[in-house]
């Protein structure tokens, strides 16, 4: 296991197209968080899934982003009709709280960078 | 509302003195605080936790309700500290809510 993947890396995009994006998390790890961070700030908080079910989800989000995790393992988070606002990295984090690892210590992926034109 | 104050973007220090990275919350609840760290070039990870009060890589960070603050430190700076260094607030690990960051320059 290499921890926590993302695909793409990277994403150009035009203003209105739809973009998706996946992460896959540490095997067996039942937590998975979406963030996004834009230049000079810190990740901010999306999503989370524990197993499949979306648990969280911020009130920042508008409606054209949704996120799934239909069988508890990989994820994938939709933005419909980009628009430059939303150019920034999209980071995915996982965590488990099962027995024999380390409770609660998000592990981050690379991120999606995503630019909209 | 939940919020985690960095006041410093950038921290410049030189090799072997001290260092404090100033956090700052506001929550209502418990907090669960953390310290993350991202060199370059590598992805986000986990510094260390208030809940743990362990020492990681000789970084330290107390935990001050009445302060409410969360801030880091190490007595020694290493030119290998110099990092982006995120403080972070946890709700029941089901939220994180991350500050803006402050980068540490280390020089030699």
């Known amino acids: 296991d290499t921890g926590v993947s993302q695909n793409p890396r990277h994403k150009i995009t035009k203003r209105g197209q739809n973009v998706t994006f996946r992460c896959d998390p540490i095997s067996e790890h039942n937590r998975l968080y979406w963030y996004r961070q834009t230049l000079g700030q810190g990740p901010e908080f999306l999503t989370y899934f524990q197993n499949e079910a979306q648990l969280e989800k911020s009130r920042l989000l508008s409606d054209r982003f949704s996120a799934e995790r239909p069988k508890g393992s990989f994820s994938t988070l939709e933005i419909q009709r980009t628009e430059q606002g939303d150019s920034a990295m999209y980071l995915c984090?996982?965590?488990?709280?099962?027995?024999?690892?380390?409770?609660?210590?998000?592990?981050f992926g690379p991120g999606t960078r995503l630019t909209v034109l | 509302a939940q919020r985690v104050t960095q006041p410093e973007k950038l921290l410049s220090v030189f090799k072997g003195a001290p260092v404090e990275l100033k956090c700052n919350y506001s929550y209502s609840g418990s907090p669960e605080l953390f310290w993350y760290v991202q060199y370059s070039r590598q992805r986000l990870q986990l510094l260390l936790r208030?809940?743990s009060r362990e020492s990681i890589k000789g970084f330290t960070a107390d935990l001050n309700k009445g302060e409410t603050s969360f801030h880091l430190k190490k007595p020694f700076a290493q030119e290998e500290d110099s990092a982006m260094y995120y403080c972070a607030l946890s709700i029941y690990f089901n939220k994180f809510y991350f500050g803006s960051g402050t980068k540490l320059n280390v020089k030699p």
């Open positions: 208030h809940i």
């Open positions: 984090a996982s965590s488990s709280k099962i027995a024999g690892g380390d409770p609660d210590t998000q592990y």
